[in-house]
Nanobody
Framework: VQLVESGGDLVQPGGSLRLSCAAS????????MSWVRQAPGKGPEWVSG????????RTAESVKGRFTVSRDNAKNTLYLQMNSLKPEDTAVYYC?????????????????WGQGTQVTVSS
């Protein structure tokens, strides 16, 4: 099983990034997927999640209206479109798979998770 995040970068405040999470080794289309982030010196935060079929999405209040989660089951890939980025969005972003859609910030509560990708928002 592998979840590989990509797309993290250094970006200026107000900028945009799209994160990707490529899945392999399990039936991606049967799992709900989430994004969780860990900022330096802070606890983990659940960011957004999407049901297995993509019909249900949930987003944390801290990023609502700025971040959009989506998935392409044909490509076994999860996405997070991040707009209007703020310095407080700086964190390592992880994707994680679970049997049902949940809002758990603790990565080890998921069935599978990746190694993370760094997002830094700074001028």
């Amino acid at each position: 099983v592998q979840l590989v995040e990509s797309g993290g970068d250094l970006v200026q405040p107000g900028g945009s990034l799209r994160l990707s999470c490529a899945a392999s080794g399990f039936t991606f289309s049967l799992y709900a997927m989430s994004w969780v982030r860990q900022a330096p010196g802070k606890g983990p935060e659940w960011v957004s999640g999407i049901s297995s079929g993509g019909g249900v999405t949930r987003t944390a209040e801290s990023v609502k209206g700025r971040f959009t989660v989506s998935r392409d089951n044909a490509k076994n890939t999860l996405y997070l479109q991040m707009n209007s980025l703020k310095p407080e969005d700086t964190a390592v972003y992880y994707c994680a798979a679970s049997n049902y859609l949940k809002e758990d910030p603790w990565i080890r509560q998921y069935d599978y998770w990746g190694q993370g990708t760094q997002v830094t928002v700074s001028s």
